[in-house]
């Protein structure tokens, strides 16, 4: 069962589940690694969009024809339209999540009601199944 998001607080940092996020990430795009990382912006590693897609330095990466990149991929992280951190990624050799997974990973509110209904199908199945899950 997944952990539950906590209520946002005032500290921008602690609206960050800095533990159950990341193994949620790596379920959902299919990754090898996944962190959090506090603070300022170092280095220019590829980025999660919010719609999706991949930017490197160079451009969007062709990740629908040749996978996530062998390389760090980063998603940034807001809270009330203020940096507070990303997530720093490791794809796993020849990973394609599919758009849907990219979008939900990209977007925290999206994440966030997709965390909400998988905890609240859990919690149904637990009671109309018990034992089964």
Not at 90 to 118: D, E, F, N, Y
Not at 125 to 130: E, I, K, R
């Amino acid at each position: 069962m997944l952990t539950p998001v906590p209520p946002a607080a005032a500290d921008p940092r602690a609206r960050v589940p800095a533990t159950a996020e990341p193994r949620q990430l790596i379920g959902l795009l299919d990754l090898r690694e996944c962190r959090f990382e506090y603070g300022m912006l170092l280095g220019q590693p590829p980025r999660l969009e919010p719609d999706g897609r991949v930017r490197t330095r160079y451009g969007h990466w062709p990740l629908d024809e040749v996978g996530l990149p062998d390389q760090e991929l980063e998603l940034r992280t807001f809270s009330n339209g203020q940096y507070c951190g990303r997530f720093m990624m490791t794809p796993k050799p020849g990973s394609m999540p599919p758009l849907q997974a990219r979008l939900v990973a990209a977007w925290p509110r999206r994440r966030h009601l997709l965390l909400s209904l998988i905890q609240f199908e859990n919690v149904w199945l637990d009671q109309a199944l018990p034992g089964a899950c």
